[in-house]
């Protein structure tokens, strides 16, 4: 079973930053991708940015150049630092991992960015 704990959310101005992060816990399992999903109310929920244990990446066109996706792996633990804030970015952020065996999904932290 594994464990994740969302933090970083919260109320962030447009134009600023803020950032994300996803800390697994548990024992006998192996992380291949790490990523960050957002739902804005209304809408369907979309890939924000993924990391995969190689490192590498892949980033949705609304938050290129201005997000970055990172891993510690010896932590299992994700990072989204997302700058120049947009009100476009508000949404609940979920952070996904896969293992070998299984999805896990967190439990969704709000970001919300006001002017």
């Known amino acids: 079973q594994v464990q994740l704990v969302e933090s970083g959310g919260g109320l962030v101005q447009a134009g600023g930053s803020l950032r994300l992060s996803c800390a697994a816990s548990?024992?006998?399992?192996?992380?291949?991708?790490m990523d960050w999903y957002r739902q804005a109310p209304g809408k369907q929920r979309e890939l924000v940015a993924a990391?995969?244990?190689?490192?590498?990446?892949n980033y949705a066109d609304s938050v290129k150049g201005r997000s970055t996706i990172s891993r510690d792996n010896a932590k299992n633990t994700v990072y989204l630092q997302v700058n120049s804030l947009k009100l476009e970015d508000t949404a609940i952020y979920y952070c996904?991992?896969?293992?070998?065996?299984?999805?896990?999904w967190g439990q969704g932290t709000q970001v919300t960015v006001s002017s």
């Open positions: 996904h991992v896969l293992t070998l065996t299984a999805n896990y």
């Open positions: 548990g024992s006998g399992f192996n992380i291949w991708r």
């Open positions: 990391i995969t244990s190689s490192g590498s990446t």
